[in-house]
C-alpha cells in the first residue's frame, strides 16, 4: 500500500477533532441542533488552520439524518459519500484553478436544481479571493436571491480581497492559527495511535516551526519520520526543520555576552559543522533574542507562545542583559543576515558578527565587568588582531568570483526561507496615504488601535507592541515602529498585514492600506513629503495639485506646509518623539 501524508489519514472527520478552533465549531454545531444553518458561510484564516476540514464536517453534519449533538454520524450513507468525494450535491470548487467567470456561471445555471441525493446543495469555494471580478459578480447574484437547500461556504486566506457586498450576505468565522502546545498534544495523538515512539522535545520543535498550521506540522512530522525510518528523534526533528538546539543558541549568547570570543567562536564552528546552514542559525539567534526581551517585559506571553524554551538557564540570561544590548545584538544580526544572503562563505560573516557581537558596546548602561590596564591592552591587541583576521578573510570572499563556487553546506529542507532582500520603507505606498490624510482620520486610529490590537494573535501582537499609528487617510494609515527590526519583521509577515487590515474593515467598516515605516525614518519621511507637495492642502478631498507650483512668491512658504503638516499629523508635528 503508498504510504498516505499523515495530514490526509487524519484530517479531522468530526467537528471535535478540529484542533484550536473551539468556538468556531461549537457555534457551528449549535447552528446545526437548532436547524439555524445559514445559507452562506465564510471561512477565513492563515493556512492548515481548519477551515475546509470544518467546511466538509458542516456539508456532511447538515445532510446527514444521525447528527448527534452537531456531529455527522460518519457512517450513513450520505456521510461516506461526502468523505469519498462521491457525493454529486457537495461540490468543492478550487477558486485558485477555478478562476474563470464561466465556472461561477457554471454554478449559477446549475444551482437552481434541487439536490439530487441529499437534503442540501453544498458548494464549497477554496482560495475565493482568487476569482476575478467578473466571478465575484457573478456568485454575488447567486448570494443575493439564495436558493432554498443550498449552502455556500467560502474559504480563503486573504478575506481583505473579497469585495464587501460578499462579505455582507455571509456568516464570517475567522479560524486563528492554532497554539503550538494543541498541535504538540494532536501530534502526540497521531503517534500513540500509530505506535510510534517519539521524543518530545522532537515534537516541541516542530509544533514550533509549524507555526501554527496543523497541515505544515504533519507534513514536517512526516519528514521526521521518513528521516529517522519511522521513528522521531530530536536531531532528526532539528535536522528537518533545520533549527540549531536551543542549548547551543543559550551557549552562544552567554559567550558573546560574558565576552569569551574564542568560546563563542568555537560555538559558531560547531553549529556549521554539524551542517546547519548560517542563515538560520542567524534567523534562530534573533528570534531568541527577541524572545528574551519579550521575556523581560511580559514572561506570561513568552510562556503562551514559546515551548521549551524557557528553563532556567534562559530566566538567567534574561535576567542579565540589559534589553538595550538586546536590542543591539538583534540590529546586528539583521545586518548581518542582510549581507550574507548571497555569499559563499556565510562562515566568514559569522566569525565577524560573532567578534562584533563580543565588543557591543553599551549605549548608556555601564558594563561592570571590572579589568585592570593590562588586561585591558591586552584584550584591545587581541581583538585588533582577530578584526584584521576577519578583514583579510573577507577582503578575500568578496574580491573572489562567485560563479560555480559550491555552497556551504545546507539543511536538508528548510520549510519557510526568508524573502529575498530586507525590507524597505515604500514610498509608493506612503505617499497616496499622505495625499489626503487629515487629523481626524489619525484620532479615529488612535482610537481604535487598542481594539485592533486586542483582534492579533499573541505573536502578531508582540511585532506590534513599539508601533503606533503616525498618520492616516480615507485610503489608509501609516504604522511607525519603535525598532527597525520590528518594522522589518512586519513588512515581510503578509499575514500580519492581513490581519490588520481585515481588523480595521471591521472596526471601521472601510478598507485601508495599513503601511509600515521606521520611526526613526518617518521625520524624514515627512519632511521630504512636505517638500515635495508644497501646494496648499486641499481639505475636502478635491484633487491634489503638487504638480503646479502656485505663483505664491509673496507669501512665504512654510505657513501652507506647516499648515498642511498640522493638519496631516496633528499638534505633535514638531515633538513627534515625545509619545
Ligand atoms: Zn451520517
Avoid at 471535535?16 to 465564510?42: F, M, P, R
Avoid at 456568516?171 to 497521531?190: G, H, N
Wanted: net charge negative.
Amino acid at each position: 500500500m503508498s504510504y498516505q501524508a499523515l495530514y490526509r489519514v487524519w484530517r479531522p472527520q468530526r467537528f471535535d477533532e478540529i484542533v484550536g478552533q473551539t468556538i468556531i465549531t461549537k457555534t457551528l454545531k449549535n447552528a446545526l441542533i437548532t436547524k439555524q444553518v445559514s445559507h452562506a458561510y465564510l471561512f477565513t484564516g492563515p493556512r492548515g488552520t481548519g477551515k475546509t476540514s470544518a467546511a466538509k464536517i458542516f456539508a456532511k453534519a447538515v445532510n446527514c439524518h444521525y447528527l448527534t449533538d452537531g456531529e455527522p454520524c460518519n457512517e450513513c450513507e450520505t456521510c461516506v459519500a461526502i468523505n469519498e468525494g462521491s457525493l454529486n450535491d457537495v461540490i468543492e470548487i478550487d477558486a485558485a484553478s477555478n478562476n474563470g467567470v464561466e465556472e461561477i456561471r457554471d454554478i449559477r445555471d446549475k444551482v437552481k436544481y434541487a439536490p439530487t441525493q441529499a437534503d442540501y446543495k453544498v458548494y464549497i469555494i477554496d482560495e475565493v479571493h482568487m476569482l476575478s471580478t467578473g466571478a465575484f459578480n457573478a456568485l454575488l447574484k447567486t448570494l443575493e436571491e439564495p436558493p432554498a437547500n443550498v449552502i455556500f461556504i467560502l474559504a480563503t486566506t486573504e478575506p481583505h480581497k473579497i469585495p464587501a457586498t460578499i462579505i455582507s450576505r455571509t456568516q464570517r468565522y475567522d479560524f486563528k492559527r492554532i497554539k503550538a502546545v494543541d498541535i504538540l498534544q494532536r501530534m502526540q495523538f497521531i503517534l500513540q495511535q500509530k505506535t510510534v515512539s517519539y521524543d518530545d522535545q522532537a515534537l516541541k520543535v516542530i509544533a514550533k516551526a509549524a507555526e501554527g498550521g496543523m497541515r505544515d506540522a504533519l507534513s514536517i512530522l512526516d519528514q521526521t519520520m521518513s528521516y529517522g525510518d519511522g521513528t522521531v528523534t530530536y536531531e532528526n526533528a532539528l535536522q528537518v526543520t533545520g533549527s540549531v538546539t536551543n542549548q547551543l543558541l543559550l551557549d552562544y549568547l552567554k559567550q558573546v555576552t560574558q565576552q569569551q570570543t574564542k568560546a563563542a567562536l568555537i560555538t559558531v564552528q560547531a553549529v556549521l559543522n554539524e551542517g546547519k546552514d548560517a542563515q538560520r542559525f542567524i534567523e534562530d539567534l534573533t528570534s531568541y533574542c527577541q524572545n528574551l526581551l519579550l521575556f523581560q517585559q511580559d514572561a506570561e506571553m513568552v510562556t503562551e507562545m514559546e515551548l521549551g524554551i524557557i528553563d532556567d538557564d534562559f530566566k538567567q540570561l534574561s535576567e542579565k542583559i540589559a534589553a538595550e544590548k538586546i536590542y543591539q545584538m538583534i540590529d546586528e544580526l539583521n545586518d548581518v543576515a542582510n549581507s550574507m544572503r548571497y555569499t559563499t562563505h556565510p562562515d566568514v560573516y559569522l566569525e565577524v558578527l560573532t567578534v562584533k557581537l563580543t565588543h557591543l558596546q553599551p549605549n548608556n548602561t555601564v558594563e561592570t565587568t571590572p579589568v585592570n590596564d593590562s588586561q585591558l591592552a591586552q584584550q584591545v591587541t587581541d581583538l585588533q588582531q582577530q578584526i584584521s583576521d576577519l578583514q583579510q578573510q573577507l577582503a578575500k570572499v568578496q574580491s573572489a568570483p562567485i560563479t560555480t563556487a559550491k555552497v556551504a553546506p545546507q539543511t536538508k529542507s528548510k520549510p519557510r526561507v526568508a524573502g529575498n532582500k530586507g525590507p524597505t520603507v515604500s514610498l509608493k505606498q506612503v505617499y497616496p496615504v499622505l495625499d489626503h490624510a487629515t487629523r481626524k482620520d489619525l484620532e479615529q486610529q488612535q482610537s481604535v488601535w487598542t481594539d485592533l490590537m486586542n483582534m492579533l494573535s499573541v505573536t502578531q501582537r508582540a511585532v506590534m507592541h513599539v508601533s503606533k499609528p503616525v498618520a492616516a487617510s480615507d485610503s489608509g494609515v501609516i504604522v511607525a515602529f519603535d525598532y527597525s527590526f520590528l518594522f522589518q519583521k512586519a513588512q515581510s509577515d503578509q499575514e500580519l498585514v492581513d490581519a490588520l487590515e481585515n481588523g480595521l474593515d471591521r472596526l471601521l467598516g472601510v478598507s485601508l492600506k495599513v503601511v509600515f515605516v521606521p520611526d526613526s525614518e518617518w521625520p524624514q519621511i515627512r519632511k521630504d513629503y512636505l517638500a515635495n507637495h508644497k501646494a496648499p492642502a486641499t481639505q475636502t478631498g478635491t484633487p491634489k495639485t503638487d504638480k503646479s507650483q502656485p505663483s505664491d512668491e509673496m507669501t512665504p512658504k512654510e505657513e501652507p506646509i506647516v499648515a498642511k503638516a498640522k493638519d496631516l499629523f496633528g499638534m505633535d508635528v514638531l515633538e513627534i518623539k515625545n509619545d
